[in-house]
C-alpha cells in the first residue's frame, strides 16, 4: 500500500482560518495606529500655526486669518496642507465672535483616506476639540 504525504483539505482549511483570525485583528489596530500617527501631524501643526498666531498679536494686537501674513504658503482657498497633506488648516472666528480680534479658531479638516475621522480645533483661549485626540 503507498502512502501520501501532504495535507488533508481539512488542515488546510483550519490554517486558512487561524490566519483570517489574526488579520481580523491586527488590520483594525494597524488602522487605528496610522490615524493616529497622522493626526499627530496636524496637532503639530495646529500648535505651530497658533504659536504665530499669538507672536502676530503680539504685534499687531489682533489676530489673522489670513495665514499667509504668518510666512505661510497657502492655497487658494487660504488652507495650509499638513507635512504629509493629510489634513488642511484653516483660521475662523470663535464660536459666538464676529471678528478674529480678540480669538482666533484654528481648524485642521482631514483629507483623502484620513476623512473618516473628524476636525481637530484649537482656538486662541485654549479650547481643544474633541478631547480624545489631544491626550
Not at 32 to 52: I, P
Request: charged letters at 15%.
Amino acid at each position: 500500500m503507498k502512502k501520501y504525504r501532504g495535507f488533508t483539505l481539512i488542515e488546510i482549511l483550519i490554517a486558512i482560518t487561524i490566519v483570517s483570525l489574526l488579520i481580523a485583528i491586527a488590520v483594525p489596530s494597524y488602522t487605528d495606529y496610522v490615524n493616529r500617527a497622522r493626526r499627530s501631524d496636524a496637532l503639530a501643526l495646529l500648535l505651530q500655526v497658533m504659536q504665530q498666531q499669538e507672536r502676530y498679536f503680539t504685534e499687531q494686537l489682533e489676530y489673522t486669518t489670513d495665514l499667509s501674513l504668518l510666512g505661510y504658503t497657502v492655497d487658494s482657498s487660504g488652507n495650509i496642507a499638513s507635512e504629509n497633506s493629510h489634513y488642511l488648516l484653516s483660521a475662523g472666528n470663535c464660536a459666538g465672535m464676529t471678528t478674529v480680534a480678540t480669538c482666533v479658531n484654528l481648524t485642521a479638516t482631514p483629507q483623502g483616506i484620513q476623512a473618516t475621522t473628524s476636525n481637530i480645533t484649537l482656538d486662541s483661549r485654549g479650547n481643544r476639540t474633541p478631547a480624545g485626540y489631544w491626550q
